[in-house]
């Protein structure tokens, strides 16, 4: 078993997660990340982590950019409503889960593009270093920039459930 | 002061937290860190804080995981994938030069405008409708309307607004500078020119505008007469004093039936409450425990009804066993309407 062997073992489902939280579309996500490492085999690169995460957010902005041609809506975060799954014994769940989702999602696409990056990259298993790389900041920065992305994920996140609460109530 | 005595003074900012908390500092920083922290109650707090938040946000982002599971396919079809796959540098200089095509004719297109607008300035309008009357008086063109069913059949079904008036004098297509010419030459069709119709929108799901006069039809609430044996059709008042507050109901809209099903073990009904709207379309709120609601959406028959999106309503608190459990409610608008009108219903259904 060679490295990006190895690294496609232990990295496949980072890839899709990274890429389905930028792309909302759990097959087209999987697809994309299978041409990821199609093209890391074909280049080699030297640092294959940073390589595969680098390409990955290329292909998500060119698909983000392809459907906004087809006129298509990327998330389902406005006010539409999220499709519910099949009913079946855990119905009560699946609900929750759905609409846990569209909070979560929705207090993701409150950050800004930078901060989002660098989240998603640290969740992805990148360091310091390499998130630097990629998004252009310094490495000293990264720290300044993952703080202040996660306080405001978890504050835009608590805003969205206090106002479902209300709703509710 | 020490240089020992200043880093222990030197409180720990959020960022260097964050990066000690990532790993992401050297071994030195993080002994540097360590023995302050030892010391200093506040930056302890405080990482402990940085610390839930971080762990917080690894769970949020959890969340939002396409698959419980993702299993990679075997790496060996990634591999004849990529021999099956041209080469990705033969794929660019293909496209390069379909690319410099591209860019070839359109330069072409563009020269070739520019020529024409030097050379051949455009007239002004009336110098225009001038050379059209003439034409037409040239090619003595017979106008006469033909009935919109030989041209359009398709549009000869749809009927012209009511405050459409046809013009006596019929408006001559628009041409250019070009076609005139060709015109007066070649040998042209008798020219058919007849007002537009107006086209009304009619959706295909609501009712005609004839269909208003009709006496109103029947509430459809056969649905589930299966469960007649266990629910109860009872009058708006009576349901008021059985479900308390958990009523669906939307303002403007007369109710013609309310249908309770009495909940088990602590639960509210689960209710179904039939409206009719101005059109006469019966619309039917129904409010309950998920797995209900979700059951007799299953058990509709019928194609045309449309169900909107599930909103949350009060939950039950059920006891059992000892331990209360907390019971998901939601509230669903079905009806012959499209699914938007359905969710803006259920948007402005409130629950009395």
Not at chain 2, 9 to 19: G, M, Q
Not at chain 2, 120 to 149: M, Q
Not at chain 2, 150 to 175: G, I, K
Request: proline letters at 7%.
């Amino acid at each position: 078993m060679d490295d990006l062997e190895r690294l496609y073992t232990t990295h496949y489902a980072a890839v899709v997660r990274f890429l389905y939280r930028k792309i909302w579309d759990a097959d087209r996500a999987e697809d994309l990340a299978q041409e990821v490492f199609i093209r890391a085999m074909a280049h080699r690169p030297e640092k294959p982590r940073a390589w595969i995460f680098a390409v990955a957010a290329n292909l998500a902005r060119d698909e983000a950019r392809a459907a906004i041609r087809r006129k298509k809506h990327l998330t389902l975060l406005k006010d539409d409503p999220v499709p519910l799954s099949t009913p079946d014994a855990s119905a009560d769940e699946t609900v929750e889960r759905d609409e846990r989702w569209a909070q979560v999602s929705g207090a993701l696409a409150t950050l800004t593009d930078r901060d989002r990056d660098v989240l998603l990259l640290w969740d992805g298993g990148l360091s310091y270093p390499e998130i630097a790389a990629q998004t252009g900041l310094a490495v000293g920065a990264v720290g300044t920039t993952l703080a202040r992305a996660r306080k405001r994920l978890i504050e835009a996140y608590d805003r969205t459930e206090y106002t479902a609460d209300a709703a509710r109530s | 002061m020490t240089e020992l005595n200043i880093r222990l003074t030197r409180h720990v900012p959020d960022d260097e937290l964050h990066a000690y908390l990532d790993q992401a500092l050297s071994r030195s920083q993080c002994v540097e860190i360590e023995t302050h922290l030892a010391v200093c109650a506040r930056c302890s707090d405080n990482r402990d804080a940085h610390a839930a938040m971080r762990d917080r946000t690894t769970a949020l982002l959890a969340t939002l995981t396409p698959r419980a599971l993702i299993i990679p396919p075997p790496y060996a079809s990634l591999e004849e994938r990529r021999i099956g796959l041209p080469h990705f540098s033969r794929l660019q200089r293909s496209l390069r030069r379909s690319a410099k095509w591209a860019a070839g004719i359109m330069v072409a297109i563009g020269a070739g405008w520019a020529g024409r607008s030097i050379f051949d300035p455009p007239r002004a309008p009336e110098a225009i409708a001038a050379t059209v009357a003439d034409t037409l008086e040239a090619d003595k063109v017979s106008i006469k309307a033909i009935p919109l069913a030989t041209v359009a059949p398709q549009l000869a079904t749809v009927s012209p607004a009511p405050d459409f008036v046809p013009s006596d004098r019929p408006v001559p297509e628009r041409r250019t500078r070009r076609s005139s010419v060709r015109s007066v030459t070649g040998q042209r069709p008798e020219a058919a020119i007849m007002p537009a119709p107006m086209l009304q929108l009619v959706s295909s799901v609501l009712p005609t505008r004839e269909s208003l006069d009709q006496p109103a039809p029947a509430p459809r609430l056969e649905t589930v007469s299966s469960f007649e044996r266990i629910w109860r059709r009872v009058s708006w008042e009576e349901a008021l004093k059985i479900a308390g507050s958990g009523l669906p109901f939307i303002e403007g809209m007369p109710v013609i039936g309310v249908l309770l099903q009495p909940g088990s073990g602590g639960e509210r009904p689960t209710v179904i409450v039939a409206q009719q709207d101005g059109t006469g379309e019966v619309i039917q709120s129904i409010e309950g425990p998920v797995a209900k609601v979700f059951d007799l959406l299953q058990r509709q028959s019928a194609p045309d009804v449309f169900a909107s999106a599930a909103s949350r309503t009060p939950p039950d608190y059920v006891e059992e066993h000892g331990v209360t459990r907390r019971g998901i409610r939601i509230l669903m608008v079905t009806g012959r309407l499209t699914v938007d009108s359905l969710n803006a219903l259920a948007k402005v259904a409130t629950i009395r």
